[in-house]
């Protein structure tokens, strides 16, 4: 047990100090980061003492054992655009975005899970057939696209739901969140939609996938031998042998949701994180691309350990068993 | 002696083999196949085509009327012009912007599709084929992109190819660093398909027996492996190729694609979605439109590829 979650822990770190090397090299060798962060008309001097503040003269290794030893501490650097501590950045939009995330997963869980189990059983009715025909027209839909029509049609043409920001959102410390007031769960609804809709499909394929696959198993014939109602047979005894899957699967796919929240953040100026990258990469900003990254990184690194941990707990076999859990 | 072989036979028998064919009767069967074949032949036909066609140099600045502008679809302008699917802004035909924008579009696409096989391909067989170590690294970076969402990867390839490149060469490097953006994003599915496929086929007797003769590995992975590899590698592309310009469109709505002198379908929508608030919703409108049957047509191709070459499935 003690020896698994060791390993898990020693990959997760792995795995951030290799992407921490990419942030590295992008921060080190992608332009120069003096000549970005003084204005044309700087002289030499100003330059160098800006290098040498930077830490920019020192050996390879130890830049980068430094540059570890502050991202560990959380000090991303300046932004060179906003000329501002790229930590202060984050924490700003941090809430925008994990809030957005965290609704659209649930989103997309609690209506992805419904549908699956009613295309499941449903497996010839028209209505199932329909929403799987509509599943594969939506993978073609780009997302800003999805986002786009929503705003045509809630906020141009019905006037019910602002089509951009975030509303008023309350300050609970440094966090924010837009759940407590009347403005704020309106700016929501949309962006969650968009944002949730890929994950939806992907999990109700998969929860269909799934089902149709518990339905044929033994047990289940054997419950409607004994002739337990059929809702209870779906919902009480095939679902429950879905979910592992499926749980793992949306947990793994946090990542992605908050990667592809850039998108989101952008069609509904959402003042996230992925709002702050894009305008990053526009403008060539790598202290703040770099941190998105390690923000991202962060992310999986976190979820995937989280989802060994679950497998762990849900998975007797695996308690027995030195051996990574197959993926 | 040799067997008789293709290139033996005459035209109209080649012709009735190919019509013969497993895969020909399936698509004969399909009517979503042919319909969606149709659909990407007519956009590929349009953009190839675009400056024959178009009424209009959309992107020739001289070409333009302002008092042209937001003229609705076959509706007449101020200057009489009448415009199929309307005009924007500056007075620029839709219509012609699509074909040109499509054009574009499909460019990237393809180009970064082709980009993507060819790293995928060849990292993909030399993993297969030399196994070990080379096999364990090359495997180990593929799981990091395909554990990495595509667009991140394509945005930090960008952010970092703008980095690199002097600002006033930007515009002209645009294409190439979105089509080396995407490709990079997307290879590891070639790689893994490849990989598993070489796994088998490396130990059959033909790849035996051209080792035995000496040939060298790099000749033995390129003639006689790559061949028998390479089916399902076209399967995943038309798939990718959906996904490949989906994802140009993505990065140009975003501001970080293709300059808007020379604009794609994504570039149209970003420029339309401005004015979906003032009411001239045609801007954004047919572009999308275009970019949403091109990619469903592709994909629905992909579906029937698939199942197609794979009876099995079925």
């Known amino acids: ?18 992407v921490a090397l990419i942030a590295f090299s992008m921060f080190r060798f992608v332009g120069d980061p003096v000549a970005n962060m003084v204005g044309q008309e700087a002289s030499m001097a100003e330059r160098e003492e800006l290098a040498q503040r930077l830490g920019l003269n020192d050996p390879f290794p130890l830049q980068f054992a430094h540059f570890v030893r502050d991202l560990a501490r959380g000090e ?3 932004s060179y655009r906003q000329g501002r501590p790229v930590k202060d950045l984050l924490i700003e939009r941090v809430p925008a975005t994990i809030e957005l995330a965290l609704l659209s997963s649930a989103f997309a869980l609690v209506f992805g899970i419904a549908l699956g189990v009613y295309t499941a059983i449903k497996r010839r009715g028209l209505m199932a057939n329909a929403v799987m025909s509509l599943s594969l027209i939506g993978v073609s839909l780009p997302t800003f696209l999805i986002g786009i029509g929503l705003i045509y049609l809630f906020a141009v043409e019905l006037r019910w739901l602002p089509s951009f920001g975030r509303g008023e959102v309350t300050r609970l410390g440094w966090w924010t969140t837009g759940l407590l007031t009347d403005s704020g769960r309106k700016s929501l609804i949309m962006p969650v939609l968009t944002l949730g809709f890929f994950q939806l499909t992907l999990i109700m394929r998969l929860v269909r996938a799934e089902m149709l696959e518990a339905l044929r198993t033994d047990y289940i014939k054997f419950a409607r031998a004994r002739g337990i109602p059929e809702r209870s047979i779906s919902f009480r005894h095939a679902l429950r042998n879905t979910m592992i899957p499926v749980v793992t699967i949306a947990g793994l796919q946090f990542g992605s949701v908050i990667a592809f929240a850039i998108v989101t953040e952008t069609v509904f100026q959402w003042p996230g994180l992925g709002a702050l990258f894009i305008q990053a990469v526009q403008f060539v900003d790598i202290p703040v691309m770099a941190a998105y990254l390690m923000f991202v990184a962060l992310v999986f690194v976190l979820t995937n350990l989280g989802v060994d941990l679950l497998y762990f707990a849900l998975d007797p076999r695996l308690r027995g068993a030195t051996a990574a859990p197959a993926r | 002696m040799r067997a008789p072989t293709a290139r033996q036979e005459g035209l109209g028998a080649r012709l009735w083999r190919a019509w013969d064919s497993d895969i020909a009767w399936s698509f004969r069967h399909s009517p979503v196949a042919i319909a969606a074949a149709l659909v990407v032949t007519i956009l590929l036909l349009g953009a190839a085509f675009a400056s024959l066609i178009a009424p209009q140099n959309a992107f020739d600045a001289a070409s333009l009327n302002l008092m042209d502008g937001f003229t609705r679809p076959g509706e007449a302008s101020a200057t009489g012009r009448v415009f199929l699917l309307g005009s924007d802004d500056q007075g620029r035909d839709v219509f012609s912007a699509i074909l040109y924008g499509s054009r574009v579009s499909l460019l990237v696409g393809f180009a970064s599709v082709i980009f993507s096989i060819a790293i995928g391909v060849t990292l993909g067989l030399i993993s297969g084929y030399l196994g070990g170590r080379t096999d364990a690294v090359i495997m180990r970076v593929a799981d990091i992109q395909l554990s990495f969402p595509a667009i991140l990867i394509a945005l930090l390839v960008f952010g970092v190819a703008r980095g690199l490149i002097a ?43 051209a080792r035995v003769m000496g040939r060298p590995a790099f000749a033995i992975m390129g003639q006689h492996v790559l061949p028998n590899v390479i089916g399902p590698v ?36 970003r420029v339309g979605q401005q004015f979906l608030f003032s009411g001239e919703w045609w801007i954004l409108f047919y572009p999308a439109l275009d970019l949403v049957l091109l990619a469903l047509s592709i994909n629905l191709l992909g579906d029937w590829l698939r199942d197609a070459l794979n009876p099995k499935l079925r």
């Open chain 2, 167 to 209: 600002p006033q060469y930007h515009e002209n490097a645009a294409i190439g660093v979105l089509i080396v953006a995407i490709g990079l994003s997307n290879w590891a599915a070639y790689a893994r398909t490849v990989r598993g496929s070489t796994l088998v086929e490396k130990n059959k007797d033909y790849v035996m027996s």
């Open chain 1, 1 to 18: 047990m003690i020896a698994y979650i060791l390993r898990s822990l020693a990959q997760a770190i792995v795995v951030m100090l290799a």
């Open chain 2, 234 to 269: 076209l399967v995943i592309a038309t798939i990718n190729l959906a996904l490949a310009i989906i994802a140009e469109s993505t990065l140009s709505f975003l501001g970080v694609g293709v300059p808007p002198t020379q604009p794609s379908l994504g570039t149209l929508i």
């Open chain 1, 76 to 78: 991303f650097g300046m």
